[in-house]
């Protein structure tokens, strides 16, 4: 979906896009909750976005592997290894890279994600313990894994 130069319907969707993740931030990190309302809002968001841009053939392409990776999550949510919030999070960002971008926010997810575990595991970050269990909010980590993965054509 993104190219090395930003068009300016993905610099318009990631103006759009960027304030609600700032929204899922706070929340989750208040909270632990991912509300509906804003995943709902990335997916409507989404679509207006391919229309936008006319880009049918990757609304297709990115709607089947957004939908797939939510399978693969709903396995981890399955095991209890995340909750149902953050696995539409992760389905929506998913659906937003699509395949070309999936390494680059991936690999961006997996290095906050430590950079996180390290700072909840020093109480520098919140954390709760529930069933002998440390939950973290994954929804930080996924929203700056987004914004990350967007903006790195810019960098790269």
């Known amino acids: 979906m993104l190219s090395k130069i ?3 319907h993905e610099i318009q969707a990631l103006a759009v896009v960027t304030p609600i993740l700032v929204l899922v931030v706070i929340d989750d990190l208040r909270n632990f909750r991912i509300r509906n309302q804003a995943v709902l809002a990335l997916l409507v968001l989404f679509g207006a976005f391919c229309i936008a841009n006319g880009d049918f053939d990757a609304f297709k392409s990115n709607l089947l592997f957004g939908l797939a990776m939510f399978g693969a999550c709903l396995i981890m949510y399955r ?3 995340m909750g149902g919030g953050d696995v539409k999070l992760l389905a929506a960002a998913f659906l937003w890279m699509g395949v070309e971008n999936a390494p680059t926010f991936s690999v961006l997810l997996g290095a906050f994600a430590i950079v996180y575990a390290t700072g909840a595991g020093f109480h520098l970050l919140p954390s709760r313990f529930d069933n002998g269990r440390v939950k973290v909010p994954y929804g ?3 929203s700056l894994a987004w914004i990350g993965a967007s903006i790195a054509p810019l960098i790269i």
């Open 6 to 8: 930003l068009s300016l």
């Open 79 to 81: 095991f209890g290894m």
């Open 140 to 142: 930080p980590t996924i």
